[in-house]
């Protein structure tokens, strides 16, 4: 099955913030692929992705990076897709310069960011995306929104025990 979201990342080092995002598309059965590409080191690498990601059937690009997080933003320049953007926590700045590197973009290039280090929320909203046009998997999401009111009210209920 062809991939229909995108989780690209711009080091092999993002991948354990990452991985959360990936986990979410498991767990709703949704093809994903997943990939090194690195504005600053392999710039020609992020075009060609950006450019041809919709051609090849993808969605939704999710794209972490950390530090000088040009990604998101420059991808989000490049396609026509929905961008979700994952400031990835930096060793100096604890992620500070990640969230203020993505979450600024201009008028008219937008990229959905999620909050430093939070790949999970970034992989839901990119099933939310894809579930407006796919009914089963909507029914998927409010299913998996139901699992979460039932683990407050089991937590609760023990509470009251
Ligand atoms: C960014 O620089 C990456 O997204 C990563 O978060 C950060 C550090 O990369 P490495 O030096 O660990 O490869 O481009």
Known sequence: MDPQIGIIMGSDSDLPTMA???AVCEEFGIAHEVAIVSAHRTPDRMVDYAQQAHRRGIKVIIAGAGGAAHLPGMVAALTPLPVVGVPVATRHLQGLD???????MPGGIPVATVAIGNA???????VQILACQQPNLLAQVQAYRQSLTTQVTEKQAKLEQ
Do not use: D, P, R, T
């Open 98 to 104: 990640s969230l203020y590197s993505i979450v600024q």
């Open 20 to 22: 959360a995002a990936i």
């Open 120 to 126: 999970k929320n970034a992989g839901l909203l990119a």
